[in-house]
């Protein structure tokens, strides 16, 4: 019996390669990357425990505080620490059902990231436009509600995902190019038609990200012209000063996301793949990094819990 070159297959587990062409670095790249992660763990549990037990800080802005805190830690330990054992231990391997539930963790979560950037932003417009009416509108049910809507889009949007990588032949061998399973990284393996991944991934990043942008872009232009209108100048300064640290929050976030998002789909021969995989990563790690960092050192209320 002839046996054909290319087995069709579905992978019992995969090999996550770490940073290509950076293998002699690996132990170099772990310091940062432990680091960052320590001080995003102990950042945000240092948030959520603060807003959790101050009764100061039981307002809307630190509720939707808590839920970007809470989100970022599922981001970064849903990664990082299999990359660590990747950069320490040499610990590559991952199974095929975990390398899905990897994806479909990190995937949901970005977008609920996301999603619960916006929110901040409109509780930013409410709050400026609508000082009066701040605590009548955003009461805590309807927080809760929009934060239940945030997850419930991300996983509802992310979960195709799984059953489309899942229904994909694989037979270009099972070593991903990357520190965890990212869908397209785990798509690129197949032999099969992986257009469908690829129009859905983008109809998913239009979906999440554009229309959050767009929301959060509109709620700014709304902001923006409400303080230009104050008459006071401390008034414009105060407004501004409460925006400041949700503004670096999108900046940390989107930058990377935008260079990470299309620098793969469209500038896969010009970016050396290192530089893909250590862009992705920031992606994850920065945020939840930089967030209490930031959201501590630019809030009053928080500074003075501390």
């Known amino acids: 019996m ?126 400026i436009c609508y000082p009066l009416r701040y605590s009548t509108i955003l009461t805590n049910p309807v927080i809760a509600k929009v934060g239940l809507a945030a997850f419930l889009r991300g996983v509802l949007l992310i979960i195709p995902f799984t059953f489309l990588t899942k229904r994909l032949p694989f037979c270009r061998g099972n070593t991903i190019p990357h520190t965890y399973c990212d869908h397209m990284s785990v798509a690129k393996l197949s032999c099969g038609n992986i257009k469908v991944n690829v129009i859905y991934g983008l109809m998913v990043a239009l979906l999440i990200g554009g229309f959050d942008i767009l929301c959060i872009t509109v709620s700014y232009t709304m902001i923006l012209r409400a303080v230009v209108s104050l008459s006071s100048a401390d008034a414009r300064q105060k407004a501004f000063g409460t925006c400041t640290a949700h503004i670096c929050a999108i900046v940390f976030s989107y930058s990377p996301a935008f260079f990470s998002f299309f620098s793969h789909r469209f500038g896969g021969h010009t970016i050396p793949p290192s530089c893909h995989i250590l862009v992705a990563n920031i992606y994850l790690l920065l945020p939840p990094t930089m967030n209490p960092v930031v959201y501590g050192v630019k809030t009053k209320q928080i500074r003075d819990c501390v």
């Not at 090999?15 to 293998?23: F, R, S």
């Not at 849903?78 to 899905?100: M, V, Y």
Request: some cysteine; proline content about 5%.
């Open 2 to 127: 002839v046996i054909p070159n290319k087995t069709v297959l579905t992978p019992v587990s995969f090999i996550l390669n770490g940073v290509p062409g950076l293998e002699d670095m690996h132990v170099w790249i772990s310091f940062p990357f432990c680091s960052m992660y320590v001080v995003a763990v102990v950042g945000n549990c240092g948030l959520l425990y603060l807003i959790c037990y101050e009764d100061s800080l039981h307002r809307p802005m630190y509720y939707f505080l808590a839920m970007l805190s809470l989100t970022d830690l599922v981001i970064c330990s849903s990664t990082i620490p299999k990359a660590l054992c990747i950069f320490w231990f040499h610990l590559k391997e991952i199974g095929f059902n975990d390398c899905l539930v990897q994806m479909f963790f990190t995937h949901t979560f970005t977008g609920m990231e996301s999603g619960v950037l916006m929110l901040m932003a409109l509780d930013r417009y409410v709050a």
